[in-house]
T-cell receptor
Framework: EAQVTQNPRYLITVTGKKLTVTCSQN?????MSWYRQDPGLGLRQIYY???????DKGDVPEGYKVSRKEKRNFPLILESPSPNQTSLYFC?????????????FGPGTRLTVT | GESVGLHLPTLSVQEGDNSIINCAYS??????FIWYKQESGKGPQFIID?????DKRQGQRVTVLLNKTVKHLSLQIAATQPGDSAVYFC????????????FGTGTSLTVIP
């Protein structure tokens, strides 16, 4: 089944404790992206990647890192999480990253930073 | 900055009726728009898209209308079913950026059996 998977689905952590949220897609997509979703704000893009070893900042990159060493994986790293990073995170992928191009979203990771 | 908004945060419709969900966008240079459906506990799911050179596009039970004059987008769902209950939001492609979007905050649609 074609899908985007994220792990973990739920995570509660403490301020400053490094964490990684994994994202993997099995559709051989070139484009991958991370978003956060907060009440009243809609989805906001954190980082995106047009292909392996190519990453770029989105609208809210502060406090996050990403890497794209393999085509299928695009982990999101929080080196020193803070409470304002408590949010619902979505990974997405699409074939080319050029319009029109349907994005497929993962199921989401709910992160709570205390 | 850019904004993509929705006129109503919640909408309730009777099963079998038609639903209309509205969206306003702010950048007149935007040329591509998408509607997404997000069910509880799931990621957004693509419904239908439209380019700015079109006024209307139809899918299965859904129609998107684009009014560039007033920068307004709407999603019409025909014969709404309980499975249509979800949050719907529009997304506006940032001009000349490839697959980057401004996303609206969403309208929660509840279908009453």
């Amino acid at each position: 089944e074609a899908q985007v998977t994220q792990n973990p689905r739920y995570l509660i952590t403490v301020t400053g404790k490094k964490l990684t949220v994994t994202c993997s897609q099995n559709m051989n997509h070139e484009y991958m992206s991370w978003y956060r979703q907060d009440p009243g704000l809609g989805l906001r893009q954190i980082y995106y990647s047009m292909n392996v070893e190519v990453t770029d900042k989105g609208d809210v990159p502060e406090g996050y890192k990403v890497s794209r060493k393999e085509k299928r994986n695009f982990p999101l790293i929080l080196e020193s999480p803070s409470p304002n990073q408590t949010s619902l995170y979505f990974c997405a992928s699409s074939l080319r990253g050029a319009l029109p191009d349907e994005q497929y979203f993962g199921p989401g990771t709910r992160l709570t930073v205390t | 900055g850019e904004s993509v908004g929705l006129h109503l945060p919640t909408l309730s419709v009777q099963e079998g009726d038609n639903s209309i969900i509205n969206c306003a966008y702010s950048n007149s240079a935007s040329d591509y728009f998408i509607w997404y459906k997000q069910e509880s506990g799931k990621g957004p799911q693509f419904i239908i898209d439209i380019r700015s050179n079109m006024d209307k596009r139809q899918g299965q039970r859904v129609t998107v209308l684009l009014n560039k004059t007033v920068k307004h987008l709407s999603l019409q769902i025909a014969a709404t079913q309980p499975g249509d209950s979800a949050v719907y939001f529009c997304a506006e492609a940032k001009p000349n950026t490839g697959n980057q979007f401004y996303f609206g905050t969403g309208t929660s649609l509840t279908v009453i059996p």
